[in-house]
T-cell receptor, first 115, second 112 residues
Framework: GAVVSQHPSRVICKSGTSVKIECRSL??????MFWYRQFPKQSLMLMAT?????????EQGVEKDKFLINHASLTLSTLTVTSAHPEDSSFYIC???????????FGPGTRLTVL | ELKVEQNPLFLSMQEGKNYTIYCNYS?????LYWYRQDPGKSLESLFV???NGAVKQEGRLMASLDTKARLSTLHITAAVHDLSATYFC????????????WGAGTKLIIKP
């Protein structure tokens, strides 16, 4: 149980376009979802935390207008990279948890390449 | 298919003791990561291991990588209470299209 999926697993887009990444909890209701970013050969960096039905809390240095996070339901959160640029190319990972647990369940990640 | 197995999944130990968490993976990996997660909080990166024989140490934690055995270990020396957390290993490789494959995590409780 406690499976998290992400879609797409890989996306290539042109500079200036927007890309939406979906994170779904498949067999549980995720009251909290986290979005991470990983640069090549580096570790994960937390971008934001989102609770269902409320605005996401962004980490310092993360542009909220550029990385739009929506957590409209208990099974789905989306990250939209707006007006993507090559420096946004990275590996984006979500995780999900629910109230009462201290465990996060991680998605497989989405590799974004901006040309 | 790339799989990652951690053991033990749960570990309760006394302060001052030494212990090792094991992370086995099924195919070649490019990188192996160790993370710490405190209850209700996000991941904290501990180590990134890139090559066979790599050893990294930070305080009471030491991680090593044996790519031939497809095994990484996280060794805890003279454990203290504030090391209580859940520890995850993860690997990525060309085989996984560089997606992270996660271990199930090891919940470590260190009793005073």
């Amino acid at each position: 149980g406690a499976v998290v999926s992400q879609h797409p697993s890989r996306v290539i887009c042109k500079s200036g376009t927007s890309v939406k990444i979906e994170c779904r909890s498949l067999d549980f209701q995720a009251t909290t979802m986290f979005w991470y970013r990983q640069f090549p050969k580096q570790s994960l960096m937390l971008m934001a935390t989102s609770n269902e039905g409320s605005k996401a809390t962004y980490e310092q240095g993360v542009e909220k207008d550029k990385f739009l996070i929506n957590h409209a339901s208990l099974t789905l959160s989306t990250l939209t990279v707006t007006s993507a640029h090559p420096e946004d190319s990275s590996f984006y990972i979500c995780s999900a948890s629910w109230t009462g647990t201290d465990t996060q369940y991680f998605g497989p990640g989405t590799r974004l390449t901006v040309l | 298919e790339l799989k990652v197995e951690q053991n033990p999944l749960f570990l309760s130990m006394q302060e001052g003791k030494n212990y090792t968490i094991y992370c086995n993976y099924s195919t070649t990996s490019d990188r192996l990561y160790w993370y710490r997660q405190d209850p209700g909080k996000s991941l904290e990166s501990l180590f990134v291991l890139l090559s066979n024989g790599a050893v990294k140490q930070e305080g009471r934690l030491m991680a090593s990588l044996d790519t031939k055995a497809r095994l990484s270990t996280l060794h805890i020396t003279a454990a203290v209470h504030d090391l209580s957390a859940t520890y995850f290993c993860a690997v990525d490789s060309m085989d996984s299209n560089y997606q992270l494959i996660w271990g199930a995590g090891t919940k470590l409780i260190i009793k005073p």
